[in-house]
C-alpha cells in the first residue's frame, strides 16, 4: 500500500484558500487518492477522490500532477468551521477489501 | 449513503473488565470495519467483520483482546476485554461505500473508551 506524507499542521485565516498537500510516491497504477476529515468527537467524513487531473465538488478542489506522486486538496475560502483533520488516503478499494489505510493527516487549525 | 450508529457513545470502565461496543448501519453491507484511534493519534484498522464468517484481524490485533461478532448484515459489535490504560481510545465503526472506484467509507461518531 502506498504510503502517504502530509504537513502535520497548518494555520490559516478565515477567508483565506487553503492547501494541503500529500505526497505518496508510491502509488500504483488502480490507486485512488481520497481525502477525508475529521472533527474533534466524530468519526472522518469524505471529502472528495480522484484518480488524476482534477476534481471539484461543492466542498473541495482536488489537483494531480499527471504523475500522481502528489495530491493537493484545496479547501476556497475556509471559516472556523473547517478546523480539522485532513487525511489523505492512497489505495484500490477493490483489491483492499474496502479497507483504509490511514496517515497521519494534517491539523487545519482556521483563525478568526 | 449509510448512517451509522455506535452505542456507547462514551464510557469509563475499570481495569481488567469488558467492554462491548454496537455499530448499528441503516442498511446491508457485506463487510464492516472496525478501527482505533489513540489520544491524539491516527485511525488504525483493528479487523474487518464479515457476516456469516470469523472476522479478520490486522497485525497487532488478536481475537482474543478485541472479539467481533457480526449476527447480521446491519449490526456488529466489538468487545474489548480484559481493559488496561493502554486501550483508551476511540473505536470508530465504518462501513464501505462499495464498488471499485467509490472508495467513500461511512463511520460512526465513535465510542470514547477511558479506562482507570
Known amino acids: 500500500l502506498a504510503k502517504t506524507t502530509q504537513p502535520i499542521s497548518m494555520d490559516s485565516y478565515e477567508g483565506q484558500e487553503v492547501n494541503i498537500t500529500c505526497s505518496h510516491n508510491n502509488i500504483a497504477t488502480n490507486d485512488y487518492i481520497t481525502w477525508y476529515q475529521q472533527f474533534p468527537s466524530q468519526g472522518p467524513r469524505f471529502i472528495i477522490q480522484g484518480y488524476k487531473t482534477k476534481v471539484t465538488n461543492e466542498v473541495a478542489s482536488l489537483f494531480i500532477p499527471a504523475d500522481r506522486k502528489s495530491s493537493t486538496l484545496s479547501l476556497p475560502r475556509v471559516s472556523l468551521s473547517d478546523t480539522a483533520v485532513y487525511y489523505c488516503l492512497v489505495g484500490d478499494a477493490y483489491n483492499q477489501g474496502g479497507k483504509l489505510i490511514f496517515g497521519q493527516g494534517t491539523e487545519l487549525s482556521v483563525k478568526p | 449513503s449509510a448512517v451509522i450508529s455506535q452505542k456507547p457513545s462514551r464510557d469509563i470502565c475499570q481495569r481488567g473488565t469488558s467492554l462491548t461496543i454496537q455499530c448499528q448501519v441503516d442498511?446491508?453491507?457485506?463487510?464492516m470495519f472496525w478501527y482505533r484511534q489513540q489520544p491524539g493519534q491516527s485511525l488504525t484498522l483493528i479487523a474487518t467483520a464479515n457476516q456469516g464468517s470469523e472476522a479478520t484481524y490486522e497485525s497487532g490485533f488478536v481475537i482474543d483482546k478485541f472479539p467481533i461478532s457480526r449476527p447480521n448484515l446491519t449490526f456488529s459489535t466489538l468487545t474489548v476485554s480484559n481493559m488496561s490504560p493502554e486501550d483508551s481510545s476511540i473505536y470508530l465503526c465504518?462501513?464501505?461505500?462499495?464498488?471499485?472506484?467509490?472508495?467513500?467509507?461511512?463511520f460512526g461518531q465513535g465510542t470514547r473508551l477511558t479506562v482507570v
Open positions: 465504518s462501513v464501505a461505500g462499495g464498488g471499485r472506484v467509490n472508495t467513500e467509507a461511512f
Open positions: 442498511s446491508q453491507v457485506t463487510m
